[in-house]
């Protein structure tokens, strides 16, 4: 079990950018999800795949925001044209439909900062 | 929509000091609550899950206790490194996917 990994760690923009970050579940976990946070609040949801399949998506993500899951393995989250209230800490989760859905492996997110 | 509260936001003890956190939740159909910990800098670790109102599950010096509106998180005798923002959640109704998170408390052990 080598653990959720993102990439990159950091990333500081521009407004107007676009960005990419990278989400590796563990390995047997078939369900992935992305939650951002920023400080002194707790993650909120952003999105959730089972497998390949986007079975969720937070209505409060603007159509800049775009995750796909090809093959139901890694993920990415894309977020278009930048804004400053983008900033923030993205974080990626993981889990099996072993365990409960709100049973969450999380990785140690990706930081944006838009400058 | 689901609404999670929890309380004190910061809580700072004596090592040995006893205390709770308190997460207060209104959801329309309870399927989990779920507590994790969250220290600076890093992803938040899965603690405990609790299912219905007077299950208890225990890890260590924490203690989790669940009723219909609220959940405690009991640390006995806490040691500093159980410093932390330890944070709960929710999952409710037919939102298989989402959970829904309080701001967290922070709490800070000193030795």
């Known amino acids: 079990d080598t653990g959720v990994s993102q990439d990159p760690r950091h990333k500081i923009t521009k407004r107007g950018q676009n960005v990419t970050f990278r989400c590796d579940p563990i390995?047997?976990?078939?369900?992935l999800y992305w939650y951002r946070q920023t400080l002194g609040q707790g993650p909120e949801f952003l999105t959730y795949?089972?497998?390949?399949?986007?079975?969720?998506k937070s209505r409060l993500l603007s159509d800049r925001f775009s995750a796909e899951r090809p093959k139901g393995s890694f993920s990415t989250l894309e977020i278009q044209r930048t804004e400053q209230g983008d900033s923030a800490m993205y974080l990626c989760?993981?889990?099996?439909?072993?365990?409960?859905?709100?049973?969450?492996?999380f990785g140690e997110g990706s930081r944006l900062t838009v400058l | 929509e689901d609404q999670v509260t929890q309380s004190p936001e910061a809580l700072r003890l004596q090592e040995g000091e006893s205390s709770s956190l308190n997460c207060s939740y209104t959801?329309?159909?309870?399927?989990?609550l779920f507590w994790y910990r969250q220290d600076p800098g890093k992803g938040p670790e899965f603690l405990f899950t609790?299912?219905?109102a007077g299950e208890e599950k225990e890890k260590e010096r924490l203690k989790a206790t669940l009723t219909k509106k609220e959940s405690f998180l009991h640390i006995t005798a806490p040691k500093p490194e159980d410093s932390a923002t330890y944070l709960c959640?929710?999952?409710?109704?037919?939102?298989?996917?989402?959970?829904?998170f309080g701001d967290g408390t922070t709490l800070t052990v000193k030795p």
């Open positions: 989760a993981s889990s099996s439909d072993r365990r409960a859905t709100g049973e969450l492996f």
């Open positions: 390995s047997e976990h078939n369900r």
């Open positions: 795949f089972q497998n390949e399949a986007q079975l969720e």
């Open positions: 959801v329309s159909g309870l399927r989990g």
């Open positions: 609790l299912y219905s």
């Open positions: 959640a929710v999952q409710a109704g037919t939102n298989a996917g989402k959970s829904t």
